[in-house]
């Protein structure tokens, strides 16, 4: 408060929000009596701490003043970046892969923001003015993505930074405040600024930002995501999570018990293949494992410790059960695919067929090559299997990237698993019937094929 007082004494007080306030706040009654409510009498005393109190609480929850609609719309006129085209950046899921592909050519960006998807943007508008740190969050977006597409009326680089380093501050008083931390609003601010990384830093900067979304996710716990709001989030920031969780060699708690069980509660029977469609959700399900079967199976063989009999027993297990779940999935998948009937207007917006389709592919690549690098008697049929999902994988994204760009783009994405297995036939081959693990060199090069760590990557969850 003595900051706030001594920037009132300068005259520094913050004024460039005033456009935020509601106009009752700021018009004056031209019926009132000037002697019953002038600023000395006891009326306007009362009027001024209501003005102010709320100015006060605000503040301290770094959350900002309310602000009307023209608000946000003005920002929209003037960049013509639209909240809903932002949506379609949530589709990455691999950030070194998005950023490859985007800053090789930034004309991408411009189709991949045509397609606009089912996401938590569209939730933004009723929240916009009210939380700072969300609000800055999405200003800073809009401003990198204006600064990639029309360069010619973007801001100059100092100051989109400054605003994502205001930004950045912002989010980090809420996240230090006690009764704002858990706010949807402030979760939804970190995902939006990892967006803004990856498309201003690249990998670099999206990771840290990745992680500590995904600390926060899981700090307000399973119980915390019930409206549709906090669904969209959960369901947007999953993917991200547990894509990099498995390339960095680490495990994931989005496959314990009680966040599989947040899943199947969001789980929806309306017939569509949504991102919460029963099918979708059980793919999910059992994608989320992968990362900590990866990381128990790298342990194992990079290890120079002998292998535990009883351990190897269990991870066979797990992964054969994952396998078989990814399996039984895909095949209800495809099954749904062949009585789908041709999609209406509405449906085209949140149908995700081709993305549940990449998503069963690649995890169907990775679980039958990591099983035969531990199951020597079944390495052969499951090598067999992982390079025909690998070649039906690449066939997707040629056939698709044409007919719907942001599904081409999340399947490119995904593509990194089937080139890895692609890439490194000719070691495997050797190794089929070797009655061994696999060598530690062969897994290694596999890993690196598709950018997958096999060191202990310790930062993160």
């Given at each position: 408060?003595?900051?706030?007082?001594?920037?009132?004494?300068?005259?520094?007080a913050?004024?460039?929000?005033?456009?935020?306030?509601?106009?009752?706040?700021?018009?004056?009654?031209?019926?009132?009596?000037?002697?019953?409510?002038?600023?000395?009498?006891?009326?306007?005393?009362?009027?001024?701490?209501?003005?102010?109190?709320p100015?006060?609480?605000?503040?301290?929850?770094?959350?900002?003043?309310?602000?009307?609609?023209?608000?946000?719309?003005?920002?929209?006129?003037?960049?013509?970046?639209?909240?809903?085209?932002?949506?379609?950046?949530?589709?990455?899921?691999?950030?070194?892969?998005?950023?490859?592909r985007?800053?090789?050519?930034?004309?991408l960006?411009?189709?991949l923001?045509?397609?606009?998807?089912?996401?938590?943007?569209?939730f933004?508008?009723?929240?916009y003015?009210f939380?700072?740190?969300?609000?800055?969050?999405?200003?800073?977006l809009?401003l990198?993505?204006?600064?990639?597409?029309?360069?010619?009326?973007?801001?100059?680089?100092?100051?989109?930074?400054?605003?994502?380093?205001?930004?950045?501050?912002?989010l980090?008083?809420?996240?230090?405040?006690?009764?704002?931390?858990?706010?949807?609003?402030?979760?939804?601010?970190a995902?939006?600024?990892?967006?803004?990384?990856?498309?201003?830093?690249?990998?670099?900067?999206?990771m840290?930002?990745?992680?500590?979304?995904?600390?926060?996710l899981?700090?307000?716990?399973?119980?915390?995501?019930?409206s549709?709001?906090?669904?969209?989030?959960?369901?947007?920031?999953?993917?991200?999570?547990?894509?990099?969780?498995?390339?960095?060699?680490?495990?994931?708690?989005?496959g314990?018990?009680?966040?599989?069980?947040?899943?199947?509660?969001?789980?929806?029977?309306?017939?569509?293949?949504?991102?919460?469609?029963?099918?979708?959700?059980?793919l999910?399900?059992?994608?989320?494992?992968?990362?900590?079967?990866?990381?128990?199976?790298?342990?194992m063989?990079?290890?120079d410790?002998?292998?535990?009999?009883?351990?190897l027993?269990?991870?066979l297990?797990e992964?054969?059960e994952?396998?078989?779940?990814?399996?039984?999935?895909?095949?209800?998948?495809?099954?749904?695919?062949?009585?789908?009937?041709?999609?209406t207007?509405?449906?085209?917006?949140?149908?995700?067929?081709?993305?549940?389709v990449?998503?069963?592919?690649?995890?169907?690549?990775?679980?039958?090559?990591?099983?035969?690098c531990?199951?020597?008697?079944?390495?052969?049929?499951?090598?067999?299997?992982a390079?025909?999902?690998?070649?039906?994988?690449?066939?997707?994204?040629?056939?698709?990237?044409?007919?719907?760009?942001?599904?081409?783009?999340?399947?490119?994405?995904?593509?990194?698993?089937?080139?890895?297995?692609l890439?490194?036939t000719?070691?495997?081959?050797?190794?089929?019937?070797?009655?061994?693990?696999?060598?530690?060199?062969?897994?290694?090069?596999?890993?690196?094929?598709?950018?997958?760590?096999?060191?202990?990557?310790?930062?993160?969850?």
């Amino acid at each position: 408060m003595k900051t706030v007082a001594a920037k009132r004494k300068e005259g520094q007080a913050v004024k460039h929000n005033l456009l935020q306030l509601p106009p009752d706040l700021l018009d004056k009654s031209s019926s009132s009596d000037p002697k019953d409510e002038g600023p000395d009498s006891k009326e306007g005393r009362k009027r001024r701490q209501a003005e102010i109190a709320p100015r006060r609480r605000w503040a301290s929850q770094g959350v900002a003043m309310p602000m009307p609609v023209s608000g946000l719309e003005l920002i929209v006129r003037e960049s013509g970046i639209h909240l809903l085209d932002l949506s379609a950046l949530t589709t990455i899921h691999i950030g070194a892969v998005a950023s490859l592909r985007l800053s090789a050519d930034p004309s991408l960006l411009s189709r991949l923001l045509s397609c606009r998807q089912d996401s938590y943007m569209e939730f933004v508008y009723s929240r916009y003015g009210f939380w700072r740190c969300l609000d800055q969050a999405l200003l800073s977006l809009i401003l990198r993505v204006q600064q990639l597409l029309m360069p010619q009326k973007a801001k100059p680089a100092a100051v989109v930074w400054a605003t994502y380093s205001r930004a950045l501050s912002s989010l980090q008083d809420a996240l230090k405040d006690k009764d704002t931390w858990s706010a949807p609003e402030v979760l939804c601010a970190a995902e939006i600024l990892a967006r803004f990384e990856l498309l201003g830093k690249g990998v670099s900067g999206w990771m840290p930002h990745i992680w500590g979304a995904a600390r926060l996710l899981r700090l307000r716990g399973p119980n915390q995501y019930l409206s549709d709001f906090e669904k969209t989030l959960f369901t947007t920031l999953s993917g991200p999570i547990i894509c990099e969780s498995f390339l960095t060699n680490k495990g994931c708690f989005l496959g314990e018990e009680i966040w599989s069980n947040l899943r199947l509660s969001m789980a929806k029977e309306d017939g569509t293949l949504s991102s919460m469609c029963r099918i979708g959700i059980g793919l999910a399900m059992e994608i989320s494992k992968t990362p900590g079967i990866g990381r128990q199976i790298t342990d194992m063989i990079c290890s120079d410790e002998p292998i535990d009999e009883s351990q190897l027993a269990i991870v066979l297990a797990e992964t054969r059960e994952c396998r078989s779940g990814l399996l039984t999935w895909k095949a209800e998948l495809y099954s749904a695919l062949t009585l789908k009937k041709k999609l209406t207007t509405a449906e085209l917006l949140i149908d995700r067929r081709y993305e549940h389709v990449g998503t069963a592919l690649a995890g169907s690549i990775s679980m039958a090559r990591l099983l035969g690098c531990i199951s020597p008697h079944e390495r052969a049929l499951l090598e067999e299997e992982a390079i025909l999902c690998s070649h039906e994988l690449l066939d997707l994204v040629s056939r698709i990237s044409l007919l719907n760009y942001s599904a081409g783009f999340y399947l490119e994405q995904k593509s990194i698993f089937a080139r890895g297995v692609l890439n490194t036939t000719d070691i495997w081959e050797p190794s089929l019937r070797s009655g061994k693990l696999i060598e530690r060199w062969k897994f290694e090069r596999w890993c690196d094929a598709m950018g997958r760590m096999t060191t202990d990557y310790s930062r993160g969850l």
